[in-house]
C-alpha cells in the first residue's frame, strides 16, 4: 500500500521526514526501516513513534488526560457529519475556504480536522493536505470519504496527534487552518500552546484561519446583568429563540462531561493569534443567532456576509473568526 501510494504524486516518508518533527525536542525525524516505515525515530532524544496504517502516531492514549474525549471521537467518526445540515455547510465552510485563499501551490496544515468536512472542500485545488486530529479513526474518515476522488485521496497526510503537543517542523506550511477544535481544549494555556504551535508551523508570509465557537456580546451582556429584567429583555429580543440561546453558558460541556465547549471572546482570538505571532487581518463573527434569522432561508447567506462586514458582526455570531499572516 505504502509502496502504491509513493509512486504517485509524492513520497509519504519524504513529507513524513521534511514537516514534521519531534514534538518532545523538535528534533528530526527518520522513518525506519526505509522503503515500508513502521516507525518515526527522532534523531534528538531517540523517542520512536509508531505509524498505523500509513498513520504516524504521536498520541499515546496510555498517557493522555483525554482518553475519554478520544474514544468518543473514535466512535462517532462515522456519524459525525450526519449532524449537520446542508446549509451549515454553505454558511460555514464556504466562507472559511474563502478566508484560506488556497492555491495550487499551496501545503495546507488543518488542526482538529475530524471526518473532513471542510478539507473536502479544498484539497483539489492545493499540493497536499496534512491533516492532524486526536481521533484515528475521524482521520481513517478522511481518508475513506476521499476513495472516489483519486487524487485528492493521494494529496491527504493523516496524521495522529495532539494540537497541544504539535509534530511540526517549523514553517513547513504555507496556510494553516483550525475549525471547531480550540473550544474543546481544556485551559488556557492548552489553548496558546495549540495556537502557538500552528502559527510556528507556517512559513513567515503564509497565512492562518482559526475558527471557534464564540462567546457573543449579547451573551455577555446578559450574564454581566441577570438579575436586571430589561437586560433580559433586550437579550431575548435579540438572541432569544435562535439557536444561540440567552442561556448559553460560557463553558460547558456535552451532555456525558467529556468535551468541554469553551466561548471564545473576538478579542481573546486576536490576542492569543496575536501573541503567537501573527499579523492579524480581521476578526469577525459568523452564523448569527439573532432572533427570526432561521427563517430568512434563502437570503440568509446574503445578510450573514452583510453582518460579517458590519460592526455588528461579534453581536450574536456564534463563530469567531481570525485571519491572518505569519509576520517574518
Ligand atoms: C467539533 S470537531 C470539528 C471537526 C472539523 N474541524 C469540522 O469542522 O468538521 C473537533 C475536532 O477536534 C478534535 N480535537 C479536539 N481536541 C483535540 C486535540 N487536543 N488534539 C487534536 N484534535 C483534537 C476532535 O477529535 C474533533 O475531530
Ligand atoms: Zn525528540
Redesign the pocket.
Known amino acids: 500500500m505504502l509502496r502504491a501510494r509513493m509512486a504517485t504524486s509524492f513520497g509519504l516518508e519524504e513529507i513524513w521526514t521534511e514537516r514534521l518533527a519531534c514534538p518532545a525536542c523538535k528534533g528530526k525525524l527518520r522513518a525506519e526501516p526505509r522503503g515500508s516505515a513502521e516507525r518515526l525515530v527522532c534523531e534528538g532524544c531517540d523517542s520512536a513513534y509508531p505509524i498505523r496504517d500509513e498513520i504516524p502516531s504521536f498520541v499515546d492514549l496510555k498517557k493522555t488526560d483525554?482518553a475519554a474525549?478520544?474514544a468518543l471521537?473514535d466512535d462517532e467518526a462515522t456519524a459525525?457529519?450526519g449532524l449537520f445540515l446542508a446549509w451549515e455547510g454553505f454558511l460555514e465552510v464556504t466562507p472559511l475556504v474563502r478566508d484560506l485563499a488556497p492555491r495550487r501551490s499551496d501545503w495546507v496544515l488543518?488542526?482538529?480536522?475530524?471526518?473532513?468536512?471542510?478539507v473536502r472542500e479544498y484539497i483539489r485545488n492545493v499540493s497536499g493536505v496534512m491533516a492532524?486530529?486526536?481521533?484515528i479513526e475521524?482521520l481513517r474518515h478522511i481518508r475513506r470519504s476521499l476513495r472516489l476522488l483519486p487524487d485528492a485521496q493521494q494529496k491527504l497526510v493523516p496524521v495522529h496527534?495532539?494540537?497541544?503537543a504539535l509534530p511540526i517542523r517549523d514553517g513547513a506550511f504555507d496556510r494553516v487552518l483550525?475549525?471547531?477544535?480550540l473550544q474543546?481544549?481544556p485551559t488556557e494555556t492548552?489553548r496558546a500552546r495549540?495556537v502557538g504551535g500552528m502559527a510556528r508551523a507556517i512559513r513567515p508570509g503564509g497565512r492562518f484561519v482559526l475558527q471557534a465557537r464564540h462567546w457573543s456580546k449579547a451573551h455577555a451582556f446578559y450574564e454581566t446583568r441577570h438579575d436586571s429584567k430589561w437586560a433580559r429583555s433586550v437579550a431575548q429580543a435579540l438572541i432569544g429563540n435562535a439557536s444561540g440561546s440567552i442561556e448559553l453558558k460560557r463553558t460547558a460541556h456535552y451532555a456525558d462531561g467529556t468535551v468541554l465547549l469553551y466561548n471564545t471572546t473576538g478579542d481573546e482570538l486576536r490576542s492569543m493569534a496575536q501573541e503567537a505571532g501573527i499579523s492579524v487581518e480581521r476578526v469577525v463573527g459568523r452564523i448569527h443567532a439573532l432572533k427570526g434569522m432561521q427563517r430568512l432561508g434563502a437570503a440568509r447567506p446574503l445578510i450573514e456576509k452583510v453582518l460579517e462586514r458590519s460592526p455588528l458582526s461579534l453581536l450574536a455570531a456564534q463563530e469567531v473568526i481570525a485571519v491572518g499572516t505569519r509576520m517574518g
Open positions: 483525554q474525549e478520544i471521537r459525525y457529519e488543518e488542526v482538529g480536522a475530524g471526518t473532513g468536512r471542510v492532524i486530529d486526536f481521533s475521524s496527534a495532539d494540537a497541544c483550525s475549525v471547531g477544535m474543546h481544549l492548552h495549540a
